[in-house]
């Protein structure tokens, strides 16, 4: 080991983002019994762009579980491309319902990001989604954010691009909470196409998101989720939704097609849900707070120490540069909890840095902090 890292916080069950299942979520919280109306990738399909390459989408099973302030959502199964001439991409919709209020019916204006192209769906009785999460893959994984008030109007951004296959950084958007997702798409197995009786056990490649609990207003008591695969037929046109929803709709249901006419409470069964956040403290907080300070005496003569204060759980860089911007030590690449972090770059672990003058960088999401030192041996 090249170095040591000493955290006084204990260690994390967070989990790599990267579209694999971890044996760190458990088993399903509910699985597909319905074929998929979207497709079945055929394996093998997309050759070397396989990574980010479907020809059909399917929601085989979800797992999730919430550590240290953070939602870990896997979505088992895969979301259809762009491909080419068809023009037809998927997108995988994540409705999470953590508040009181929402939007039981979706409204047409709320933040645009191809929401509004499904207003007039319709959730079960008494799921009123609060705030919407949207990806797709076309080479760069795309990922969009709104809030559902109940008045409409709410916010919304363009979360970033990211890569598929991992590790979740989303780059190029407004991302204030740092929610991370990426896509692996080379499912084969799961579902496959058509409309009767089928098993989405079993597969272990799909969609991985962390949110953290701060951008679903900190709920500390269970929640709702509906997440729903639906196409965009031809640039900028309509939605139409496939029969991949979570939790399922019965075998036997086919195309949902366009989202004005789906009403989930007319169709049997619960299209939603639930994780329990009650494990996680998350205060709500302001996601401009954030400190970051050398804990000791600068000039540093032994172990250099800093402390981390993060106003909510998010993924945390921490590293040295020298004068030039050459990187010397990674000293925290991972996602912390709300609160304090203490990070320690101990004297044994700077073989070959030279005394002198360095900067300690720390980035979280869009944000830098850097913090010169000066290091006496
Ligand atoms: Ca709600
Ligand atoms: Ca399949
Ligand atoms: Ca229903």
Redesign the pocket.
């Known amino acids: 080991m090249a170095f040591a890292i000493l955290l006084a916080a204990p260690a994390l069950a967070g989990v790599p983002i990267d579209g694999h299942l971890d044996s760190a979520y458990g088993p399903a919280l509910v699985t597909q019994t319905t074929q998929?109306s979207s497709n079945?990738?055929p394996c093998g399909f997309g050759g070397a762009n396989a990574l980010f390459e479907s020809a059909?989408s399917?929601l085989?099973a979800v797992h999730g579980f919430v550590s240290d302030g953070v939602l870990y959502l896997f979505l088992a199964g895969?979301v259809m491309s762009y491909l080419g001439e068809f023009q037809h991409q998927d997108q995988l919709h994540v409705f999470i319902d953590s508040r009181p209020g929402g939007q039981n019916a979706l409204r047409g204006d709320n933040a645009d990001n191809n929401l509004n192209t499904l207003a007039g769906l319709t959730f079960d009785a008494g799921f009123t989604p609060d705030y919407w999460f949207n990806c797709t893959v076309a080479g760069p994984v795309s990922s969009y954010f709104a809030e559902l008030l109940d008045g409409g109007g709410g916010m919304g951004y363009f979360l970033g691009h990211g890569t598929a296959g991992g590790p979740g950084d989303l780059s190029g958007g407004t991302n204030p909470y740092g929610v991370m997702v990426t896509i692996d798409d080379r499912?084969?197995?799961?579902?496959?196409s058509g409309c009767q009786a089928a098993s989405g056990a079993g597969v272990t490649s799909g969609i991985e998101w962390a949110i953290p609990l701060a951008a679903i207003g900190s709920p500390n008591v269970a929640i709702r989720v509906c997440a729903i695969a639906g196409g965009l037929m031809g640039i900028g046109g309509n939605s139409d939704l496939s029969n991949q929803v979570q939790g399922p709709v019965p075998p036997g249901t086919c195309a949902l097609g366009n989202p004005a006419t789906v009403n989930f409470e007319a169709i049997p069964g619960a299209q939603w849900f639930t994780i329990d956040t009650s494990t996680a403290s998350a205060p709500r907080v302001d996601p401009t707070q954030l400190a970051f300070a050398l804990a000791g005496p600068n000039p540093v003569e032994g172990d250099a120490r800093f402390v981390i204060e993060l106003p909510a759980a998010t993924r945390v860089r921490l590293w040295i540069e020298d004068l030039s911007g050459r990187r010397m030590a990674m000293l925290l690449d991972e996602v912390r909890p709300a609160g304090q972090s203490h990070v320690t770059w101990p004297v044994s672990a700077r073989d070959g840095v030279a005394p002198g003058a360095y900067f300690a960088s720390l980035r979280v999401g869009s944000r830098m902090i850097a913090r010169k030192l000066v290091l006496l041996r």
């Open positions: 998929t079945d990738n059909g399917e085989d895969n499912n084969c197995g799961g579902v496959t």
